[in-house]
């Protein structure tokens, strides 16, 4: 039986050092949990192999990227290893206004201006097992040079030092285990009396007619 919906469209922010299993956490979230949908970020940087245009960014050149900075159309906006990234307003504002949750993957600096504005949401910070994980799995997965790998290790390190600015942590040492404790905490944001939709509920159990 599908069920109904009896809040309101939230604001999911997730961030996580690059080599924790983010992108593949909320990939699982997208395809398995239904009312959320991920804001498709603008970025000036390559498309590398195996993604597509819209689906897993828009690319854009920096000058149409600081057209749109100018124009206001960015809720929050990084630069993360000499790219710039946004995340633009109207596709945010677009999804709430279908009824649907919106997951944001964005990086430390995004989601502190989010909290900066006082925008209404959940922060998730993912934790990698450990150090050494890590390290191995950028490793494994870069083609670059041992210095740029340490180079993302420091700066996964000082993106972890802002995790008190989240309301939840996962730890990834589990993939379905983590892919649980992100669900849980969703499920749960949707059940909180703050966040229904109170027409309906007034409607339907409180006599009160709109
Ligand atoms: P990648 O280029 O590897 O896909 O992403 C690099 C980093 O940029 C990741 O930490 C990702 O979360 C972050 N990112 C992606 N889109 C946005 C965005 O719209 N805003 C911000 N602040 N960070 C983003």
Same mark, same amino acid.
């Given at each position: 039986?599908?069920?109904?919906r009896i809040?309101?469209?939230?604001l999911f922010i997730?961030?996580a $050092?690059s080599?924790?299993g983010?992108?593949s956490l909320?990939?699982?979230?997208?395809?398995?949990?239904?009312?959320?949908r991920?804001s498709?970020?603008y970025?000036? #940087? !390559?498309m590398? =192999?195996?993604? =597509?245009?819209d689906?897993? &960014?828009?690319?854009i050149?920096p @000058?149409i990227?600081k057209?749109?900075?100018?124009g206001g159309?960015f809720l929050?906006?990084?630069q993360v290893h000499g790219?710039? &990234?946004?995340? *633009?307003k109207k #596709?945010?504002?677009d999804?709430l206004a279908?009824? *649907?949750?919106v997951?944001?993957?964005?990086d430390? !600096?995004? *989601?502190k201006?989010?909290?900066q !504005?006082? %925008?209404?949401? +959940?922060y998730?910070?993912i934790f $990698? $097992?450990?150090?050494?994980?890590l390290?191995? #799995?950028?490793?494994k /997965?870069?083609t670059?040079a $041992?210095? +740029?790998?340490?180079k993302r290790? =420091? /700066? =996964?390190?000082d @993106?972890m030092?802002d995790f008190?600015?989240y309301d939840y +942590?996962?730890?990834?040492?589990?993939f379905?285990?983590?892919?649980?404790?992100?669900?849980?905490?969703?499920? *749960?944001r949707?059940?909180?009396?703050s966040?229904?939709n109170m027409t309906w509920?007034?409607n339907?159990? %409180?006599?009160? !007619?709109?």
């Amino acid at each position: 039986m599908k069920r109904r919906r009896i809040s309101k469209g939230c604001l999911f922010i997730i961030s996580a $050092p690059s080599g924790t299993g983010k992108t593949s956490l909320a990939g699982r979230i997208l395809d398995t949990l239904p009312g959320i949908r991920e804001s498709v970020s603008y970025t000036t #940087r !390559q498309m590398r =192999a195996g993604e =597509a245009q819209d689906v897993d &960014y828009t690319f854009i050149t920096p @000058e149409i990227f600081k057209h749109m900075l100018k124009g206001g159309e960015f809720l929050e906006w990084a630069q993360v290893h000499g790219n710039y &990234y946004g995340t *633009a307003k109207k #596709r945010v504002e677009d999804i709430l206004a279908s009824g *649907a949750d919106v997951l944001l993957d964005i990086d430390t !600096q995004g *989601a502190k201006q989010f909290r900066q !504005q006082k %925008l209404d949401g +959940v922060y998730i910070f993912i934790f $990698p $097992p450990s150090l050494d994980e890590l390290r191995r #799995r950028l490793v494994k /997965r870069s083609t670059d040079a $041992p210095d +740029v790998v340490e180079k993302r290790l =420091a /700066r =996964a390190i000082d @993106e972890m030092k802002d995790f008190h600015f989240y309301d939840y +942590v996962v730890i990834n040492d589990d993939f379905e285990t983590a892919f649980k404790d992100i669900e849980s905490i969703i499920i *749960a944001r949707r059940l909180l009396t703050s966040g229904l939709n109170m027409t309906w509920l007034e409607n339907t159990f %409180l006599g009160k !007619q709109t």
